[in-house]
């Protein structure tokens, strides 16, 4: 009986097709990928004929000095813009979420969500702009312009974890901690915190990956010498694409994923 | 007894102008030391509110409040010796239950040693010695009950506010979880401050009662005076079963007012002072469903038809039709050597001198 109604309910992957445009879409997502991934150990220089197992593209990428600069400049900046952009996008999440309703609140959150509805490219324009003028009246030319780039572009995407972690915490909770003598200051410090700590890992963590990927942003500021790795994987490739480039996307790939697969183990342990 | 909580001619409203909200409309109150003190009212009526503004978590718009003698108003929870129940527990999610009790003490910066000694004595109190490194997430809706209320008392507070605390239980651990409550109130000495909308549990647990409604609040008194003399229609009907009867003034001497019963006969009642009824007019009066009693046909004061009859366990309601076509419930108590009436069946009805009140509507 149970059975008869659970079948007539409307099931979306009864309807005909249903299966066919699954797979052709995990294949469209994947294949491509895994074509990279499988190319990055061919002993040969070709993208399509395979020549047999070596790791002979590992090796000239790690013995290459320039990737292995560009490597380092990314995780640095990455991690450098991924913590200013998290400490700026919790007091933002604490200022829009712990306290009463006030006016101009959903243009300050459409404000803080920006960069997610610019586009990227308009962006990198803007900031090209920007930043060449600044450069002309001071002079300077360090990484500065990078780091405030890529932390004003990340702010959005780690505030939505930030914030949406805020919302689920019971407001009961600080005012307990108040009834059994907390100061504000010890609210914060003992309840809101902790319990934050999920929501800002996971919102440093996207950060991370998204000034670690970023492409446009980084050609439109970097100076002259400030390649990260996907603006100089972009470079090379417009010269010949060897299997050494299969073997740094792979290692980058690698690294994206462990990031990713840290960040769903620590949100869903330490969510409950 | 000396006096823990008084508050005079306090009102709160939320908004502004025409648009505000008056939650709490001039309302004076003394709760004694050591009293069990319950705020009864169905939700909306203002006794959270009146509950937050104790605590601290609310201001009120007017009017002073003191406890222990000393104005409170404008200083925050965390400066006032009261703690709270929340109705949500509000348990810190990611603190074991030890430390969860231990928090109120670390915050006031208590030694350790003393910290772990009063931890372990509201562990035993509430019997929670075996749930000590618990997560709150790993324990019972009961026990998260108890845990919360070691965690209110620890830091042994002059007042203890109660949010509407079993309203999350299961009718049998509802039962438990009060006389545990009356049993921890009688222990610690301490005043609780007890919200409910269920007067079963207000009547059963507390020394006096205020009936609220609408920001005000309509009576205050003991349970029994609250349960046996209502003063308005509104308390009677939210407190217990009510047989709500309207009947005819046919006469008017020193309070008392001589009213025509259904079928004829009279019987007197005594008026509050708030009503002053003509000879000819009609009043609400009210008997409680088990204050009256059953006799044979023609006999009694009353005279009813058996409509239908509901079995309760313990007891029967017999739903009854009066001469006058008005309904009567009557609680009669279950006998296996007495069968109830079947519907149909003519009875009288009888009840005791001053089981029949005249209310203000």
């Not at chain 1, 013995?63 to 450098?80: F, G, I, K, P």
């Not at chain 2, 030694?111 to 749930?131: F, G, H, N």
């Amino acid at each position: 009986m149970g059975c008869a109604v659970a079948k007539a309910r409307f099931s979306i992957n009864r309807l005909p097709g249903f299966g066919l445009i699954a797979v052709a879409t995990f294949v469209m997502l994947y294949l491509p990928i895994i074509i990279l991934v499988v190319f990055s150990f061919n002993a040969g220089v070709s993208q399509s004929h395979w020549d047999g197992f070596s790791l002979r593209w590992y090796q000239a990428a790690f013995n290459n000095s320039q990737v292995r600069d560009v490597s380092l400049r990314s995780l640095w900046l990455a991690v450098t813009a991924a913590s200013f952009a998290t400490i700026l996008a919790t007091l933002a999440a604490l200022g829009t979420t712990r306290v009463g309703r006030f006016p101009g609140q959903t243009m300050i959150y459409a404000l803080i969500n920006q960069p997610l509805m610019v586009p990227e490219i308009v962006t990198g324009i803007a900031l090209l702009i920007f930043v060449a003028a600044i450069k002309v009246q001071t002079g300077y030319t360090g990484m500065g312009y990078l780091v405030a780039a890529h932390t004003a572009f990340c702010i959005p995407f780690a505030y939505l974890p930030i914030r949406a972690r805020l919302e689920t915490l019971d407001h009961a909770l600080e005012a307990a901690a108040a009834d059994l003598y907390a100061s504000p200051i010890q609210a914060f410090r003992y309840i809101t915190l902790p319990l934050m700590v999920p929501g800002i890992l996971a919102g440093f963590m996207l950060g991370f990956v998204i000034s670690l990927d970023t492409v446009v942003i980084t050609e439109f500021v970097k100076s002259a010498g400030q390649d990260t790795l996907p603006t100089y994987m972009l470079g090379q490739l417009r010269r010949a694409v060897t299997p050494e480039m299969n073997a740094i996307a792979t290692l980058f790939l690698a690294l994206s994923l462990m990031i990713v697969t840290a960040f769903f183990f620590i949100t869903r342990t330490r969510g409950r | 007894m000396s006096q823990e909580i008084e508050i005079t001619g306090l009102n709160k409203s939320f908004g502004q102008g025409a648009a505000a909200f008056h939650a709490l409309s001039a309302i004076d109150l003394t709760i004694a030391t050591g009293e069990f003190f319950t705020l009864l009212g169905p939700s909306g009526c203002g006794k959270t509110t009146l509950l937050r503004i104790i605590a601290g978590f609310e201001e009120p718009s007017t009017g002073a409040l003191r406890i222990n003698g000393k104005e409170v108003t404008g200083l925050g929870p965390d400066k006032r010796p009261i703690n709270t129940v929340f109705q949500s527990y509000a348990l810190f999610p990611h603190m074991s239950v030890a430390q969860n009790i231990g928090f109120g003490l670390k915050m006031l910066r208590k030694p350790k040693s003393e910290i772990k000694a009063t931890v372990a004595e509201m562990l035993q109190l509430v019997r929670m010695e075996a749930m000590a490194d618990r997560l709150p997430s790993e324990i019972s809706g009961g026990q998260q009950q108890r845990v919360a209320l070691a965690r209110a008392l620890a830091p042994r507070p002059r007042v203890l506010l109660l949010d509407e605390p079993l309203s999350a239980l299961d009718l049998k651990l509802r039962k438990e979880m009060q006389s545990e409550l009356k049993r921890l109130q009688t222990e610690t000495g301490i005043t609780f401050v007890f919200v409910t909308h269920d007067q079963e549990e207000a009547l059963t647990m507390s020394d006096r009662i205020a009936v609220m409604s609408a920001g005000e609040i309509l009576q205050l008194g003991p349970p029994q005076e609250i349960y046996n003399a209502p003063v308005n229609r509104f308390v009677a009907d939210f407190i217990g079963d009510t047989n709500f009867l309207s009947l005819r003034v046919k006469a008017i001497k020193a309070g008392e007012a001589v009213l025509e019963l259904p079928g004829g006969k009279q019987a007197s009642a005594r008026l509050p002072a708030s009503i002053s009824p003509s000879v000819g007019s009609r009043v609400t009066a009210v008997i409680r469903p088990e204050q009256a009693e059953p006799t044979p046909a023609g006999q009694g004061e009353m005279q009813a038809i058996v409509e239908s009859a509901t079995f309760f366990g313990t007891d029967t309601h017999l739903h009854l039709l009066l001469d006058d076509a008005q309904g009567f419930v009557l609680r009669r108590q279950n006998r296996p050597d007495q069968p109830s009436p079947a519907p149909g069946t003519n009875l009288g009805l009888t009840f005791a001198p001053g089981a029949l009140r005249v209310l203000e509507d």
